[in-house]
């Protein structure tokens, strides 16, 4: 699967900006999706992921109470809401899938994520 993120950009702390990501995939709905960011100098680190049929979620601790990943498999997209930005969350956002062999399936490693964006940036100013 072909993966297309978009909706990043320039906000002030404490906006709201929401990711969106298109797979190219009829069969997009037999894959769990993350969202992933990588900050300039960091490793790129685990943010969100849900199910392939939404019914589970999973969040990195930075991120919970502020992010919330939905997706529409009518429409092959995946969504990161980001709501209560901070200036740690400016980095580059990379959406990716794997292939889910059960409908509650998550993952929030990062090496069993097969098929990736090309990242959208988020700079969050102070």
């Known amino acids: 699967v072909q993966l297309q993120a978009s909706g990043g950009g320039l906000v002030q702390t404490g906006g709201s900006l929401r990711l969106s990501c298109a797979g190219s995939?009829?069969?997009?709905?037999?894959?769990?999706m993350g969202w992933f960011r990588q900050a300039p100098g960091k490793e790129r680190e685990f943010v969100a992921t849900?199910?392939?049929?939404?019914?589970?979620?999973s969040y990195a601790d930075s991120v919970k109470g502020r992010f919330t990943i939905s997706r529409d498999n009518a429409k092959n997209t995946v969504y990161l809401q980001m709501n209560s930005l901070k200036p740690e969350d400016t980095a580059v956002y990379y959406c990716?899938?794997?292939?889910?062999?059960?409908?509650?399936?998550?993952?929030?490693?990062?090496?069993?994520?097969?098929?990736w964006g090309q990242g959208t940036l988020v700079t969050v100013s102070s």
């Open positions: 849900i199910s392939r049929s939404g019914v589970a979620t």
């Open positions: 995939r009829r069969t997009f709905n037999t894959y769990v």
């Open positions: 990716a899938a794997f292939y889910g062999r059960l409908p509650s399936v998550t993952s929030q490693d990062i090496n069993v994520y097969d098929h």
